[in-house]
């Protein structure tokens, strides 16, 4: 069974920072992509940020610039340092991996219980 672990969630004032983690577990043969989403309430989900195993990343426009997304050494872990927080960026985050679990003839989606960020004054 593979599973995706996110921490790092809190309660944070406006201009603030917090990084979280979300640690993948299970028979892994593979990982590719590592990224964030995050739905606030009575919104869809939206991509936050993902890094791909070649080292690219992609994030949102909302985003740029105040978050970094980055993964371990052993590219199970991936990061989301977020700076200069708004209260807009309050949601509940989401962790999202594809995984080639072992056994598997390919990658597959997986996705963590998610972390909310609240950020406010």
């Known amino acids: 069974q593979v599973r995706l672990v996110e921490s790092g969630g809190g309660l944070v004032q406006p201009g603030g920072s917090l990084r979280l983690s979300c640690a993948a577990s299970g028979l892994i043969f593979s990982i590719n992509e590592m990224g964030w989403y995050r739905q606030a309430p009575g919104k869809q989900r939206e991509l936050v940020a993902t890094g791909s195993s070649s080292g690219s990343t992609k994030y949102a426009d909302s985003v740029k610039g105040r978050f970094t997304i980055s993964r371990d050494s052993g590219e199970k872990t991936t990061y989301l340092q977020m700076n200069s927080l708004k209260p807009e960026d309050t949601a509940v985050y989401y962790c999202?991996?594809?995984?080639?679990?072992?056994?598997?003839?390919?990658?597959?989606?997986?996705w963590g219980q998610g972390t909310q960020v609240t950020v406010s004054s």
């Open positions: 999202n991996s594809e995984i080639w679990r072992s056994g598997d003839s390919w990658y597959r989606d997986y």
